[in-house]
T-cell receptor, first 117, second 111 residues
Framework: DTGVSQDPRHKITKRGQNVTFRCDPISEHNRLYWYRQTLGQGPEFLTYFQNEAQLEKSRLLSDRFSAERPKGSFSTLEIQRTEQGDSAMYLC???????????????FGPGTRLTVT | KNEVEQSPQNLTAQEGEFITINCSYSVGISALHWLQQHPGGGIVSLFMLSSGKKKHGRLIATINIQEKHSSLHITASHPRDSAVYICAVGRANFGNEKLTFGTGTRLTIIP
């Protein structure tokens, strides 16, 4: 399977614990996005990488959230001191982008569903 | 007001009916995306368009840039089309095509 993969698919954690999610994009894709989706809503942008550089972070991404893409391949999203409001589906997407002002199709992973109890 | 509005929020139809889902947006865009999300969360990209019309099988997407409006049509609808359909607009800025999403339209096709 050469699509976008995410691990784990489901995570249940207690409030105050730290969690880390992983995303493996399609191998030749240089752009990687993290989105968050709460129940009944559309996804919301969290952050974006072009290769290993994190180029934009949403104001939704508080200091408790950190994302990395160390070698420009897989990415991790860590949430420290989780809160119940962090419960959501965390989606990763990747695309192959060659131009600065051009749109490219984004390919989504299956998501990681986080439940904070 | 959200930057991307979809209507209807929920739609139930009989198998075989012609389906239309609408999307209006209020910002300048580089492209508009239609996405399909099945129960369990997986999102599949259906169309990306910046002008005119695209067709894939029984699905047709149109966009009117001047009116800032797009429609997704499904002909001869089938129960397997039941899913949430999400409209998203992209604004390409120095390589970052950040998507802004609508809240989705939940479609249920009854056999």
């Amino acid at each position: 399977d050469t699509g976008v993969s995410q691990d784990p698919r489901h995570k249940i954690t207690k409030r105050g614990q730290n969690v880390t999610f992983r995303c493996d994009p399609i191998s030749e894709h240089n752009r990687l996005y993290w989105y968050r989706q709460t129940l009944g809503q559309g996804p919301e942008f969290l952050t974006y990488f072009q290769n290993e550089a994190q180029l934009e972070k949403s104001r939704l991404l508080s200091d408790r959230f950190s994302a990395e893409r160390p070698k420009g391949s897989f990415s991790t999203l860590e949430i420290q001191r989780t809160e119940q409001g962090d419960s959501a589906m965390y989606l990763c997407a990747s695309s192959l982008g060659l131009g600065r002002e051009t749109s490219y199709e984004q390919y989504f992973g299956p998501g990681t569903r986080l439940t904070v109890t | 007001k959200n930057e991307v509005e979809q209507s209807p929020q929920n739609l139930t139809a009989q198998e075989g009916e012609f389906i239309t889902i609408n999307c209006s947006y209020s910002v300048g865009i580089s492209a508009l995306h239609w996405l399909q999300q099945h129960p369990g969360g997986g999102i599949v990209s259906l169309f990306m368009l910046s002008s005119g019309k695209k067709k894939h099988g029984r699905l047709i997407a149109t966009i009117n840039i001047q009116e800032k409006h797009s429609s997704l049509h499904i002909t001869a609808s089938h129960p397997r089309d039941s899913a949430v359909y999400i409209c998203a607009v992209g604004r390409a800025n120095f390589g970052n095509e950040k998507l802004t999403f609508g809240t989705g339209t939940r479609l249920t096709i009854i056999p």
